[in-house]
């Protein structure tokens, strides 16, 4: 199966270790602001646990798993709290709980936090939540209603991350994070060359109000190595009824081994989940949300592993918030 998910199992020992760090961190009040926390966030990452850092070392540098899949976190004792029913990264005082925290140490072990000009203010933490406003919008994040189909995240962007995150606050509707991976896909020569051509129009989700800057057509699907490719997509957007001939058949194929290999993970309250963005998509179906208050609630970072790559598209070199 192309699709495999490790699963890191906190133990009592290590929990017992993260819980002090996290008490630690909290301690200090400028660190609920996320963008304070994440100057600090890769120093302080590196009093985890040795098993801990040495596991997501591994996932980032062998390539062979899918996701990282992390449970028995020591957070959220007195509960999540209501699930907000708009952004509050949005608003001035926004401050981190602890199941952040946690989750921007654990990302930090692969790389940067980052964001985008076009999405949340430039808010780093992003909250993943179904509003009833937007219950009928397809490929949105906020929707409920209809399928959010196989997309790499921020797949248009030419900077995006190598890793996206998610932390679950709350998930009692059991609403499945898909994961899918590119690799062991079969193609035929002609159909790697037409995917390896820029010639597809990958498109942004409406997360993302974009300014224009970023061009997301005449892009290549697949990029890096030919014999294990990387791949950008976004079936959410991808219409594919502008292609025929041997660039279709290969969009139909790579959609099919998604299908075929995909792997749904049931996310509870303070889990994290790592998905590696360069090789696999990911995907939620439709689902019935709970009322205001009690809907599944995740929050989303991505992680960058170098944050240079992306230095002209940001006003100065501390700035994490990328032009799109
Ligand atoms: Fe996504």
């Not at 990302?107 to 009833?132: D, H, M, N, V």
Request: proline content about 6%; hydrophobic content about 35%.
């Amino acid at each position: 199966m192309p699709t495999h998910i490790s699963t890191l199992v906190i133990n009592e020992e290590e929990a017992a270790q993260i819980r002090a760090l996290l008490d630690e961190i909290s301690s200090d009040p400028r660190n609920l602001d996320q963008f304070h926390f994440v100057e600090h966030s890769h120093v302080l990452a590196q009093e985890l646990p040795r098993r801990v850092r040495a596991a997501f070392y591994g996932f980032n540098r062998s390539e062979t798993s899918s996701a990282l899949h992390v449970t028995g976190n020591p957070v959220l004792a007195d509960g999540p709290g209501p699930t907000p029913t708009d952004y509050p990264e949005e608003r001035p005082g926004y401050l981190l709980n602890d199941a952040q925290l946690l989750h921007g140490l654990y990302g930090s072990l692969l790389g940067e936090p980052i964001s985008f000009t076009s999405q949340r203010k430039g808010s780093i933490f992003t909250t993943i939540t179904p509003l009833p406003r937007l219950s009928q919008v397809a490929n949105s994040s906020s929707g409920s209603m209809f399928d959010f189909g196989f997309h790499i995240e921020d797949a248009f962007h030419p900077t995006r991350a190598e890793f996206i995150g998610l932390t679950c606050m709350r998930n009692d509707e059991q609403a499945a994070t898909t994961v899918s991976c590119v690799d062991g896909i079969e193609l035929t020569e002609e159909e790697l060359d037409a995917l390896f051509e820029p010639q597809f129009d990958i498109g942004h989700n409406p997360i993302h109000a974009t300014s224009g800057v970023i061009e997301e057509d005449r892009l290549s699907v697949l990029f890096g190595p030919r014999e294990r490719p990387y791949v950008r997509i976004n079936f959410a957007t991808l219409e594919l009824e502008k292609y025929d001939g041997v660039p279709r058949t290969a969009l139909e194929k790579l959609r099919q081994h998604f299908e075929d290999n995909r792997v749904e993970l049931m996310l509870k309250t303070g889990d994290c989940v790592y998905i590696d963005n360069f090789r696999c998509a990911h995907a939620r179906d439709a689902f019935e949300p709970l009322p205001a208050g009690r809907s599944r609630w995740l929050s989303r970072v991505v992680f960058a592993t170098d944050l240079r790559k992306s230095r002209q598209l940001r006003q100065n070199t501390v700035a994490r918030a990328i032009a799109a």
